[in-house]
């Protein structure tokens, strides 16, 4: 991988974002602490560099989320001078809902209607996110400009051509637009890019004895003990894992690693034979599913 290579993927990323927020009357960023996001908000920086960002960071909270994400989002947003938004599903916090008891149900409230009202609250017409296309079968469908509907519904087959790396961001009233700067970024680029910039990055990427359980064959960090002893996991070991993807901490699936810094990570990463949202046992059976319906 060149540095040419990175320096093409730089550009068309901050070319993209550039016009999205130029096309749009109130963009966001969405930032949920993940390797991805971070690289797309560090992006924003750069294309509007010397000034600060002017579009917030918007993150979702499940209340599910690992300690080290929220510490390292509110670190991020500071550092980079970033307004930074938050929103809960105050009715599945009510209820108490959480992904291993509810599942589907908690998925719904706490991601996606949690999404959709964030979006509606804030009146947002252009949402920038971090997906790419390499991470699983239905993000492969995405356009880089995404259409919704109405209650930000998405249907894949009704989707804008892009040849020639043309993009309409033209839109009707009722609908919004989801921008994927980074659709055409593999896991290698995004960490090659990472090192090279040595971009700072949630430490759960990076291998540290942690506190685990093994529930249904995966290894899951205790990050909230409390909160977890509702969920019967069995004895606590400690243990050196990493992520290569982050979610609710009760249904991430850590890795075993010795990388505990970028060039192990890099080499673990370009030798890995599995995706990296194999560790995401809340994905369930249909993440398209979900995704016709509004998450992102």
């Known amino acids: 991988m060149s540095f040419t290579h990175l320096s093409h993927r730089e550009s068309e990323a901050i070319g993209i974002i550039r016009e999205a927020v130029v096309e ?29 960002p002017p579009i917030p ?68 017409d252009v949402i920038l996110g971090g997906a790419r296309r390499d991470e699983e079968a239905s993000r492969a469908k995405e356009r880089i400009v995404s259409v919704r509907g109405k209650e930000h519904s998405w249907d894949p087959k009704n989707q804008r051509p892009e040849l020639w790396s043309i993009y309409n961001f033209r839109r009707s009233p009722e609908q ?26 949630c430490p759960l990427y990076f ?43 009760p249904v991430t699936a850590a890795a075993k690693s010795s990388a505990s810094d970028l060039g192990a990570v890099l080499q673990e990463t370009f030798s890995a034979r599995i995706s990296e949202r194999n560790g995401r046992v809340g994905d369930g059976s249909s993440l398209e599913a979900q995704k016709r319906e509004g998450y992102f």
């Open 176 to 201: 919004t637009l989801r921008v994927y700067p980074l659709s055409n970024w593999t896991e290698q680029d995004l960490w090659a890019y990472i090192f090279f910039n040595r971009i700072e990055l």
């Open 57 to 124: 960071l918007l993150l979702v909270d499940s209340t599910w989320e690992f300690n080290d994400v929220i510490a390292f989002r509110d670190a991020f947003a500071a550092a980079n001078e970033f307004e930074l938004r938050t929103h809960v599903n105050e009715e599945g916090r009510r209820e108490g809902l959480n992904p291993i008891d509810h599942g589907a149900t908690y998925t719904t409230m706490m991601r996606t209607d949690a999404l959709k009202q964030a979006l509606d609250l804030g009146g947002y």
């Open 207 to 249: 291998a540290a004895p942690r506190p685990v359980v093994e529930h249904n064959g995966n290894l899951i960090v205790v990050d909230q003990p409390e909160q977890a002893k509702r969920f019967q996991f069995g004895p606590i070991r400690t243990m050196g894992v990493r992520f290569r993807s982050l979610g609710c901490w």
């Open 24 to 52: 749009s009357s109130n963009a966001v960023v969405l930032f949920s602490g993940g390797k991805d996001s971070t690289v797309l908000a560090h992006l924003t920086v750069k294309a509007f560099y010397p000034a600060k």
